[in-house]
C-alpha cells in the first residue's frame, strides 16, 4: 500500500514510514500542476466516485 501525504502534514513522513509504506509519497513532491492536472483529467471520474456507496477508494494517476 503506497499513501499520499497532503500539504498538511510533513514530507518528512514519507522517510519516517517507509519500512511500511515504502511507496509513499508527499502531495509536494508531485506538485502543484500535476496535481490539479490529474483533477482536470479524472473529474467525472471523480464525481461518479461519490455517489457509489461501496466503493472505499480512488486511485487517479
Request: proline share 2%; net charge negative; with cysteine.
Amino acid at each position: 500500500m503506497r499513501l499520499l501525504f497532503d500539504q498538511n502534514l510533513s514530507f518528512k513522513l514519507c522517510q519516517i514510514v517507509a519500512d511500511l509504506f515504502p511507496e509513499s509519497s508527499h502531495v509536494r513532491a508531485h506538485g502543484l500542476s500535476e496535481v490539479a492536472d490529474l483533477l482536470r483529467r479524472h473529474a467525472e471520474t471523480i464525481q461518479s466516485f461519490e455517489g457509489d456507496d461501496g466503493t472505499v477508494c480512488l486511485e487517479i494517476y
